[in-house]
């Protein structure tokens, strides 16, 4: 590769490293593929031949040919034939542009915030471990990049942050930190990095630069970690912010009702959830139903076959909202499962995944398990358990089902006689209430944010605001903070 890059050779070392284990075209491509995103290699640049690439990677060279196949048919790499011939970079600054922001689209608020959380726990323990491990070369390094940098230029601010983050790596000196940093930079760095077209956020990352160089000179490892968080806190919301921009210029669609006022979009939250609930409701009573008429002792079976085509229903049915639903028995009510969840989700995200079928949840019912969690515990079924007609909880992680941040919405079951065989309930995606709330309180003119009966935010217009965080003591806000209640439900719109 090209010494003109500004790499150093520990830095290029850790991009380039032969692979762990058995090499796979896989993880060539993957390897090659980060290098080009993060910039590391620049558009036009000639790649050393299928030998030399095998021969660094530690893979045959058949290998490195499929790698280099998938990465064409990615528009990534050309190849041409001759004496001039040879593979090079076709990845343009205007066409990862475009690219970068199909795909920023894809990415809710919440998803945006807690990726920057993700980068920080590891880009955090990276400068955590350099400041204890950088030596007065690997500063040097970090100065002359730092330096070479041109923040007046878009491009050259995001290709040298790329850069910086390597070296940074790279003086970490472990080389699983610097494995992992390198592929959630490649991955994902560049959705965070594309809000520094603002020339503002671009002076922050390079003020964090030089701020960071000095805490690893002072072998402050606390003030270095602090220092990547509050900048990938600063690109998280540039990132939001161009997001937003690119999702008002492409929609043209009126708010679902008049958004005139902090109550409209209160009403707006009460009819969205009232409808959920409503579905819920029908498929509650159905599920009474047809537990009614099973032949006892229930089976598990017997129990799932009855529960399936209401579930898929309902999933059906809130498309737009809803990633999982079903029914949870009481413990004992199934005759050969003391503990069953007959639950079916639906995979988020790209509207091609969307299209798949259901699948049934797998869980473990098994109490002896390490791996067994005891659902009755938990706040959904506490919350009917006590007697409430219905109960929203949330937001939170969905580490049982679905891995995905939401609102648990859940109402019991009752037989003829009283008595509760189970919950049925429905789980929403703060994602999905993003893209039905947010651009119809974006018509309101001011900041608000949705949070829960213990504050902790939903969603918010405020890009610097995550979901999941508590949201400050409503005195610190700006115009104090005034809550406007959401109906009945425990969720209320906080003025700011």
Do not use: K
Not at 21 to 32: A, K
Not at 376 to 386: F, K, N
């Amino acid at each position: 590769m090209s010494r003109s890059l500004g790499l150093t050779a520990e830095a290029r070392s850790a991009v380039f490293a032969p692979l762990a284990g058995p090499g796979r075209s896989e993880q060539v491509e993957q390897r090659m593929r980060e290098a080009i995103v993060l910039g590391l290699v620049g558009h036009g640049e000639r790649l050393p031949r299928e030998t030399e690439l095998a021969r660094q990677f530690g893979v045959a060279v058949s290998t490195v040919r499929e790698a280099l196949d998938a990465l064409r048919g990615q528009g990534l790499v050309r190849t041409t034939r001759g004496r001039d011939g040879g593979s090079f970079i076709t990845s343009s600054p205007e066409g990862q542009r475009e690219l970068l922001a199909a795909r920023l689209s894809r990415f809710s608020r919440a998803q945006l915030h807690d990726l920057a959380l993700q980068l920080g726990a590891i880009s955090g323990s990276v400068a955590a471990t350099a400041a204890t491990r950088a030596t007065s070369s690997d500063l040097d390094s970090l100065r002359s990049i730092a330096e070479s940098i041109d923040f007046g230029d878009e491009v050259s601010a995001r290709r040298g942050e790329a850069l910086f983050r390597v070296e940074v790596a790279a003086a970490a000196q472990s080389p699983r930190l610097v494995a992992e940093e390198l592929r959630l930079q490649a991955e994902f760095g560049p959705l965070l990095w594309f809000g520094m077209r603002d020339q503002a956020l671009r002076d922050t990352v390079r003020d964090a630069q030089l701020a960071l160089i000095d805490a690893l000179a002072r072998r402050d490892s606390a003030r270095a970690r602090a220092i990547v968080d509050e900048q990938l806190a600063a690109l998280a919301a540039g990132a939001i912010s161009i997001s937003d921009e690119h999702a008002h210029a492409a929609s043209t669609d009126a708010a679902p009702h008049a958004i005139l006022t902090p109550d409209d979009c209160a009403s707006l939250v009460v009819e969205t959830l009232d409808t959920v609930f409503e579905a819920l409701g029908r498929a509650r009573d159905a599920f009474a139903t047809t537990l009614a008429g099973l032949a006892h002792p229930i089976t598990r079976a017997a129990l799932d076959d009855s529960v399936r085509a209401l579930a898929e229903a309902e999933l059906s049915a809130g498309a737009q909202l809803v990633i999982g639903a079903g029914f949870v028995a009481t413990p004992g009510f199934v005759d050969d499962a003391a503990w069953h969840l007959a639950w079916w989700v639906r995979q988020a995200g790209d509207p091609l995944v969307q299209r798949l079928p259901p699948r049934q949840l797998a869980v473990v019912e098994d109490p002896e398990s390490e791996f067994f969690r005891d659902y009755t515990r938990l706040e959904w079924w506490r919350g009917v358990a006590s007697g409430e007609a219905s109960h929203v909880t949330g937001p939170y992680v969905d580490y049982l089902c679905t891995d995905e941040f939401i609102l648990t919405l859940t109402m019991p079951v009752l037989d003829a006689a009283g008595a509760q065989p189970g919950v049925a309930g429905v789980d929403v995606t703060v994602s999905a209430l993003e893209a039905r709330f947010l651009p119809a309180f974006a018509r309101l003119g001011e900041r608000v944010t949705l949070v829960n009966a213990a504050s902790r935010v939903v969603l918010s217009t405020d890009p610097t605001i995550a979901a999941g965080t508590l949201l400050p003591e409503v005195t610190a806000l700006p115009g104090g903070g005034e809550r406007v209640a959401c109906g009945t439900l425990p969720l209320a719109l906080v003025r700011h």
